[in-house]
């Protein structure tokens, strides 16, 4: 159960990062999905990026809606505060807790329930404002914690566990989330480690609104064989578009990359990312170009994943409302009552 | 008819047509030569075309509530003017446009025709010019009848136009052109006149919305999300005015941030975001905004969440009467969202108190830890008033409650984010980022122990939910007390009230003990009531609840949370959406009082005992 403390064995051998910190500083509770679920895949990753990064997990907040997906933030950074909010509603806690202090990193999970149907509206005004933070959707097509309906991201060709067909047009997140102004988008597959771990990363580093669709199957409820979501179906169909290196700041690019297959990207905080790519009929840095890869690909039957889409422009939703760099819930009480003698003014003009 | 500084002045006009402005002039001017003022402004849920109504009641300075009746109307909109016409008391004043001829069914009113169109055609060539300086034409033509200081008149006109200095010249023109007509043509000033007036010269003239805003502003908050809806818009506008102005860093970036949401339920998210991280936020609704806001508000009450949601009431249920007053969101605010949930609700009861309650609400909601709901209303929020100026105590420390920094969690006990160490059931929370390995907890609106960790225990449930209703107790001690006024130690008659009706109960009081009926009147300010409540109720026999909706919503808090017997309590009910009237008030309880004998058999008895 979820209020199990993992035991707290120290292992003297484990590898240290930067801060001192081992991968087992970054853990959260036992999991209490199903055995083989690929919400818990996800969690790793995110504890090895994490991990990886040298990142202080109390600078992070972790916010969610409902759902098996939603729950995941409780088993992963137990040093961050978490927000497990209301079905579908995270981006609006997000936007609000980014506003209030911008200095925090954001990390919000929802799922593909929580996101393509309740939450459809809040997930792209957030996009379209800009909300600095990282957008993890762990896709299953299907709704896990109500038991398997249908839900909007689930293929009109996949059918249920029970052998019902999906009538409806699904909903894709990732061509969404380029039209809707998210500068970063990328899919992963939660079955592919090797993919996703550097992908995670790359979004951190992004300043704005990354947006990681990451293919997620719940075995419970939508791994069978005439689903679109399953282990097999993703790994049969998965397409990889590029290969995603990370460059900190503080190292040198040793290697020239191939011309022409590999763009490089700076990051707003300073660090490189190399982007080898395996399609060399497409540019992530053009939308049109990705959109266009990503409807033909699907019509296909294909799975793309990878990095798909990145755009340079910094602004983010507090270079857009022009708000002050200190975080504002550090503001001093001094600097936000105006005081008496103003309110004087104030009732002078009122008379 | 004689009537000095005593009277309605009421003008009909059509929407959309400019006259707001020439009206609120009208208003200000008066309030300028030291009167009491009551403007309203009876307005349509249209942008242009419907009628709509601006009733000025002009009187002695303490007096803020409507009259009822027209003295003087101004009939400007031909599709209303029967209606208008129908409205004046006998032996009043009917002011019209001549330009084109009009019945007159009446002969016990004195009729002014001004040929306020033709005149206005005769000096304007332009269109728009034409149609917005009728309405300061027939300003300019009531200077001269009711004998306005023109001094302070054209004054006013230039504090309107400040910064617009070319619109100055050809408003007093306008003024100058109606003044000198009727002081032409008719014997001024009429028997209807104001001579000034003696009021403290340190009041002001605003609105209930405005003074929220500014109550927000030196509170300190700064998120705002909110959903553009009437009557509540003009205080989030008002709020982002304000803090454009006074919230400048060193470089002209702003420390304050305003997020017009994509709905109310985005609003409040976003507010309950930037709240759990450690800003003073606030949303500001009505009636639709509220209902969709029920998920959120019973997460911030269970996730104990401190944010200040302003409600300012229109007519319902569903969309209702938008531009019409009520106060039918009682219930629904005490008790808003799904399970066992309350909420604190603050009853501001003229623009000052928007100000004051709604700077206390924040203070409220971080000292308690949960949402604080301000309950204004349309008649409040949207209309001018005229109150003592706001003021600001320099030396009043903001109450940013119990929140633990870095230090305190270094040296303190073990963090217990839901834990009632004080014995006051407030918890201590924490700020995300502030200390690197102590203070992270989850905030969740599933079940939760006090570390804050799931849990299906149910008695763990069950003792998390008695300790929030202890914590409502702790907010009892600490909300505003209701205000009592009493006209008799002895007497066993009350009335209670609360919100906006103030004006008119306050006045309905005095004109009752006119009368010989001496009634003991509580205004309250906040739920959870306090003890002077339920002491107050104890000592009388027979109160009147007045309030504006059908099913008497405060009444039945009253019976449900504050003890009181029901048969105590006489619901004195309006809802059809108009601010109320002293007169009417006063014709209610006397009814009431007149039809039950048993009442009158005691009210005897106390008189005698007097
Ligand atoms: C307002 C509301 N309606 C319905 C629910 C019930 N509910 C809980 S989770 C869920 C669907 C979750 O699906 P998804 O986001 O895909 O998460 P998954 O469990 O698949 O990871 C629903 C409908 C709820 N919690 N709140
Ligand atoms: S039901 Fe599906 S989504 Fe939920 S935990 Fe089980 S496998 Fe994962
Ligand atoms: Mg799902």
């Known amino acids: 159960m979820t209020f199990m403390k993992k035991p707290n064995v120290r292992h003297p051998g484990l590898r240290k990062n930067e801060l001192g910190l081992t991968r087992r500083d970054y853990e959260g509770l036992l999991s209490t999905l199903c055995a083989g679920c690929g919400h818990d895949s996800i969690s790793a990753a995110i504890i090895e990026a994490c991990f990886e990064m040298d990142l202080p997990a109390h600078r992070l907040a972790k916010l969610s809606g409902i759902g098996c997906s939603s729950k995941t933030p409780t088993y992963f950074l137990n040093q961050s505060h978490g927000f497990n909010s209301v079905h579908g509603r995270m981006p609006s806690i997000a936007t609000g807790a980014n506003l209030a202090n911008r200095d925090l990193i954001y990390l919000g999970v929802s799922g593909d329930g929580d996101t393509a149907s309740i939450g459809l509206g809040q997930f792209c005004h957030a996009m379209r404002r800009r909300v600095n933070m990282i957008y993890i959707v762990e896709n299953n097509g299907t709704y896990g914690l109500t038991k398997g309906q249908f839900s909007a991201t689930s293929d009109r060709v996949s059918k249920s566990k029970k052998g019902e067909a999906n009538l409806f047009e699904a909903i894709d997140l990732c061509t969404l989330a380029i039209h809707l102004g998210a500068g970063f988008v990328a899919r992963g597959f939660s079955g592919d480690k090797e993919g996703l771990v550097p992908l995670i990363k790359a979004a951190f580093h992004y300043k704005g609104f990354a947006f990681l669709d990451i293919v997620s199957p719940c075995v419970t409820f939508n791994d069978h064989a005439a689903s679109t979501k399953s282990y097999d179906y993703v790994r049969a169909h998965n397409e990889a578009m590029d290969r995603l290196d990370l460059v900190p700041e503080r ?9 022409g297959k590999t763009v490089t990207v700076r990051m707003h905080d300073g660090s490189l990312m190399r ?4 399609d060399d009929t497409y540019d992530p840095r053009d939308s049109e170009s990705a959109l266009t890869t990503l409807r033909k690909r699907y019509s296909k039957g294909q799975v793309v994943t990878g990095l798909l889409y990145i755009d340079d422009e910094d602004a983010d939703l507090h270079t857009l409302l022009n708000t002050t760099a200190q975080p504002l819930n550090a503001v001093p009480m001094s600097d936000l009552c105006p005081g008496n003698a103003q309110l004087a003014k104030i009732n002078k003009s009122l008379r | 008819m004689k009537r000095l500084n005593d009277f309605v002045v009421k003008f009909a006009n059509v929407n959309g047509s400019g006259s707001a402005s020439a009206n609120l002039l009208f208003a200000k001017s008066l309030f300028r030569m030291g009167l009491g003022v009551v403007p309203k402004n009876i307005f349509p849920s249209n942008i242009q075309g419907l009628p709509t109504w601006y009733e000025v009641r002009v009187t002695q300075a303490a007096r803020r509530a409507r009259r009822g009746g027209v003295d003087v109307m101004v009939a400007m909109n031909p599709q209303t003017y029967a209606q208008d016409l129908a409205e004046i008391v006998e032996g009043g004043y009917l002011i019209y446009d001549s330009s084109l001829p009009r019945p007159f069914p009446r002969d016990d009113i ?14 304007y060539l332009n269109p728009r010019e034409r149609q917005l300086f009728k309405n300061v034409v027939y300003v300019g033509a009531l200077t001269a009848l009711l004998d306005m200081d023109f001094k302070v008149v054209r004054q006013a006109v230039r504090d309107r136009f400040k910064g617009k200095a070319k619109l100055v010249d ?57 959903y553009p809806i009437t009557p509540s818009t003009s205080v989030a506008e008002a709020f982002e005015r304000h803090a454009k102005k006074m919230r ?27 709240a759990w991280n450690g800003a ?19 997460l911030a009450y269970f996730a104990e969440v401190p944010f200040v949601l302003i409600n300012v009431q229109r007519g319902g249920p569903s969309t209702g009467m938008p531009t019409r007053t009520q106060q039918s969101d009682i219930t629904t605010c005490a008790y808003a969202s799904h399970g066992d949930t309350k909420h604190v609700l603050l009853f501001p009861g003229d623009p000052k108190e928007c100000f004051e309650l709604t700077a206390d609400a924040f203070d409220l909601a971080e000292r308690l830890q949960t949402p604080v709901i301000v309950m204004s209303d349309l008649d409040l929020g949207m209309n001018e008033w005229v109150c003592g100026p706001l003021e600001w105590d ?31 059931a407030i918890p201590y929370r924490t700020l995300p980022g502030t200390h690197p390995s102590k203070g992270a907890f989850f905030t969740r609106g599933s079940s939760h122990d006090t570390y804050a960790a799931y849990t299906e225990d149910g008695q763990v449930n069950a003792e998390n939910l008695d300790r929030l209703t202890r914590k409502f107790a702790t907010a009892e001690k600490l909300v505003p007390k209701a205000v009592i006024r009493r006209s008799s130690q002895t007497g066993k008659l009350g009335v209670i009230n609360f919100g906006s009706t103030q004006a008119a109960v306050r006045e309905a009081c005095d004109l009752l003990a006119r009368d010989g009926y001496k009634l003991n009147a509580m205004r309250l300010r906040a739920f959870p009531f306090g003890r002077e409540v339920a002491k107050f109720a104890a000592g009388h026999d027979r109160i009147f609840v007045v309030e504006q909706n059908r099913d008497g919503q405060m009444r039945a808090l009253l019976i449900t949370e504050a003890g009181i017997p029901a048969e105590k309590l006489v619901s004195v009910l309006n809802y059809d959406g108009m601010p109320l009237t002293p007169d009417w008030v006063r014709g209610k309880i006397a009814a009431s009082i007149e039809s039950d004998k048993s009442v009158a058999a005691a009210m005897q008895l106390s008189v005698r005992a007097m």
């Open chain 1, 251 to 259: 190292e040198e690019i040793i290697a020239q990359a191939e011309e």
């Open chain 1, 275 to 278: 982007l080898h790519k395996l």
């Open chain 2, 110 to 123: 004195n009729v002014l025709g001004i040929p306020i169109a033709r005149m206005c055609a005769d000096a």
């Open chain 2, 170 to 226: 050809p408003n007093i023109e306008a003024l100058k052109m109606g003044r000198d007509y009727a002081l032409k043509n008719f014997k001024c000033p009429l028997p209807v006149r104001v001579k000034p007036g003696k009021a403290p010269k340190d009041r002001i003239m605003i609105t209930g919305n405005e003074a929220t805003a500014l109550g927000c502003v030196y509170a300190g908050a700064t998120v705002a999300a909110w």
């Open chain 2, 248 to 274: 400048l860093d060193g470089d002209g970036a702003r420390r304050v941030a305003v997020v017009q949401a994509e709905d109310e339920l985005a609003a409040i998210g976003m507010v309950i975001g930037a």
């Open chain 2, 280 to 298: 003073r936020a606030f949303t500001a609704t009505s009636g639709p905004g509220i209902s969709l806001m029920g998920e959120f508000l019973g």
């Open chain 2, 394 to 424: 320099d030396a009043r420390v903001h109450d940013r409650g119990k929140v633990l920094d870095a230090e305190a969690l270094e040296t303190g006990p073990e963090f217990q984010r839901y834990g009632d160490v004080d014995g006051d």
